[in-house]
Every structure is written in C-alpha cells, then in structure tokens.
C-alpha cells in the first residue's frame, strides 16, 4: 500500500495519560499535515511539516501537543495528559509540496479518551 | 462564522439521479479550492483541485465549478451509484495564512436503491 499509514487506527486511553500518533507518508513526499476532526464538524489545521522542521503550528494547542517528522521514520503527533475532550479522529496528510498540490489523506487514528 | 459553509447539510437521492452539492466561502484571497468525498471511517480523498482562475474541472462523474467573483462552488454528480454514498468536504486554500485549507463540515449524501 502506497497510500498515507495512520496507526494505530483506534486508540483508547484514560485521563493523564499520553497519546502517541504515527503517521509515515506516501512514498516520495516530504510534507506532512496533521488535522483534528470532531464529529458533525469539518477537519482543523493542527500543524504543518517538513523533514525535521516545524514549518507552520499555528492550529495545534500551546500545551501538552507537539509534533515532529524525524529524518527517519514517521512523524508523530504526541498529547500529554490527555483530556476528554482530546477525543476526536485525528488525520495526517502528506504532499511533494505546497500550494497547488493535492494533499494525500490517510484514514486516521479515533481517539477516545476514558 | 465558518469560512466555508456548505450545502445542503445531508441529501438522499435514488440511485442513478444527479445532485448539486452547494459551497459557499469567504476566505480570500485563496489559491485553490477543492472538494473532497470521504467515506465513513476513511480519510477523505481528492476528487477536483481549481485555481481561482479555473470556472469547471471534471473527474468522471464528478464536476465541480467556481464562480470566485461570488465565492460559490458547486458540485455536480451524476448518474450517482450507491458507492457514492459518502461526505463531500469543500475546502479553500487559504492565500493569507501560507495556503493553509480551510474546510466545510461537508455535505452527508445518501444514495439509495
């Protein structure tokens, strides 16, 4: 499967814990976007990456949300502490570059947090 | 107040009839605008990219249009299939704020048979 990999698919945690999201682009692209998508509402710009580089994290919380995109490896999107209402579907995206280009989605990961 | 505010919210139709799907927008100036078709547990995939210079943009049975002097778009599907079940998303790239998309809430079509 060439497409964007999400894992894991669901993922269940309790209050206070942490949440670590995986994400490893279409082969050949070397940009990578996380969204947050709540129910009955359209997906929210979180956080927009390059190879080792935060480029644009304007739409992520200050606190206890970061991101990253290794030189090796898929990027991460990590919650700490995570709240209840943390709980949402959370989609990366990948592209070979800006403006135009389409953005390549994977089936996300469901959060749920008990 | 949503910068992209699609309608209608959710359609039925039967199997083998046209829909219009309708998306308004504000953000401005855009780069592109585009509509996605997600199915439910799936991540959405790309149907139609338009530049803001662009009026129509076909992808088989899908065909969407832009009219950016009223910063309204249209979706068009026709002869629908029972697969084409699914949320349409619109979204606008955002030219101010490093083209960031900016998404609709989607319209939930039901095709039956």
């Known amino acids: 499967n060439a497409g964007v990999m999400q894992n894991p698919r669901h993922l269940v945690r309790r209050r206070g814990q942490e949440a670590r999201l995986r994400c490893s682009p279409m082969?050949?692209?070397?940009?990578v976007y996380w969204y947050r998508q709540l129910p009955e509402e359209g997906l929210k710009f979180m956080v927009y990456?390059?190879?080792?580089?935060?480029?644009?994290e304007s739409g992520m919380p200050k606190e206890r949300f970061s991101a990253e995109f290794p030189k090796e490896g898929p990027s991460i999107l990590r919650i700490q502490q995570v709240v209840r209402g943390d709980s949402a579907a959370y989609f990366c995206?990948?592209?070979?570059?800006?403006?135009?280009?389409?953005?390549?989605f994977g089936d996300g990961t469901r959060l749920s947090i008990l | 107040k949503n910068q992209v505010e699609q309608s209608p919210q959710s359609l039925i139709i039967l199997e083998g009839k046209n829909c219009t799907l309708q998306?308004?927008?504000?953000?401005?100036?855009?780069?592109?605008l585009r509509w996605y078709k997600q199915d439910t547990g799936r991540g959405p995939v790309s149907l139609t990219i338009?530049?803001?210079?662009?009026n129509t943009k076909s992808n088989g049975r899908y065909t969407a249009t832009l009219d950016a002097d009223t910063k309204q778009s249209s979706l068009h599907i026709t002869a629908s299939q029972l697969s084409d079940s699914a949320s349409y998303i619109c979204?606008?790239?955002?030219?101010?704020?490093?083209?960031?998309?900016?998404f609709g809430a989607g319209t939930i079509l039901r095709v039956k048979s």
């Open positions: 338009m530049t803001f210079s662009e």
């Open positions: 082969k050949g692209h070397s940009h």
């Open positions: 990456l390059q190879k080792e580089n935060i480029i644009d």
């Open positions: 998306c308004n927008y504000t953000v401005s100036p855009f780069s592109n």
């Open positions: 979204v606008v790239s955002d030219m101010e704020y490093g083209n960031k998309l900016v």
């Open positions: 995206a990948s592209s070979n570059g800006q403006g135009n280009r389409p953005q390549h």
